[in-house]
């Protein structure tokens, strides 16, 4: 038996969807932290959803406390924005799954309508599925990920439909630019030079070598958007270590 684990913070606009694509588990444990929208009235439509409420711990944490909740084992992580395939769901029903495996699948990278295919969006492919007695997600706040067993690939993919708007953007450049500097404090040095360098150097990747140029305008706002939070990554990071660096003195 597999239950579904999906974090959730005002996701009126994709959750339907989400839980939709996942009416075929018998469990499905929903962690929000905070919503102040419909969120959670959605939820409650399917008999299958479980809700918990936690405050932001960060994205690894939030993950394990939502596998804790679970009654059985085996956990697919899913986001808020990401919509299994039927296709995905009759795969990993069928599976004859192995504690000792972790299974990943490709995801499908949407945004303004369009399959992203360029600024290192596709392919894409994460292990979502594994058992909680023998892994487990990573502490970290943002960028997290369970740590690796043996990786079974599966074939069919997940639709994700993290940015659907500039808003989106935004939003998310702040929240895990500030995330990165709380996470990397101490452990990492930066300066006005270096997010500057960084930055520039995010968006030569995404817009040249990751042929980013390809995607038209989408191609061009998803690559300045990898640029940009990249600056203020290691520009939020340089002035959290000046303020750090105060305090001690």
């Known amino acids: 038996m597999i239950t579904v684990t999906i974090l959730t913070k005002n996701n009126e606009e994709t959750l339907g969807s989400v839980l939709e694509s996942v009416c075929s588990f018998d469990e499905v444990v929903l962690l929000d932290t905070g919503s102040t929208d419909t969120t959670l009235e959605l939820a409650q439509i399917y008999p299958n959803v479980k809700v918990f409420k936690s405050p932001f711990i960060g994205f690894g944490p939030l993950h394990n406390l939502?596998?804790?909740?679970?009654?059985?084992?085996?956990?697919?992580?899913?986001?808020?924005?990401?919509?299994?395939?039927?296709?995905?769901?009759?795969?990993?029903?069928?599976?004859?799954?192995?504690?000792?495996?972790?299974?990943?699948?490709?995801?499908?990278?949407?945004?303004?309508?369009?399959?992203i295919k360029w600024c290192g969006w596709y392919p894409d492919r994460h292990v979502r599925l594994y058992n909680k007695t023998t892994t487990s997600f990573t502490d970290d706040q943002v960028h997290e990920k369970i740590k690796p067993l043996q990786e079974v690939a599966l074939k069919h993919p997940v639709k994700h439909y993290s940015y659907r708007s500039i808003a989106d953007f935004l939003k998310k450049m702040d929240r895990y630019s500030t995330l990165f500097a709380e996470q990397n404090l101490h452990k990492k040095r930066s300066s006005f030079t270096k997010a500057l360098l960084h930055g520039s150097f995010a968006f030569i990747k995404s817009y040249i070598i990751k042929k980013g140029f390809l995607g038209g305008k989408e191609g061009y706002i998803i690559s300045l958007y990898n640029a940009q939070t990249t600056f203020y990554k290691y520009l939020k990071l340089a002035y959290a270590s000046r303020a750090a660096l105060s305090q001690d003195r």
């Open 66 to 115: 939502a596998a804790q909740h679970a009654s059985h084992d085996w956990i697919l992580s899913l986001d808020s924005d990401e919509v299994l395939t039927p296709e995905l769901a009759a795969e990993i029903l069928a599976l004859k799954l192995d504690p000792k495996k972790v299974y990943s699948f490709p995801f499908n990278n949407y945004f303004n309508g369009k399959h």
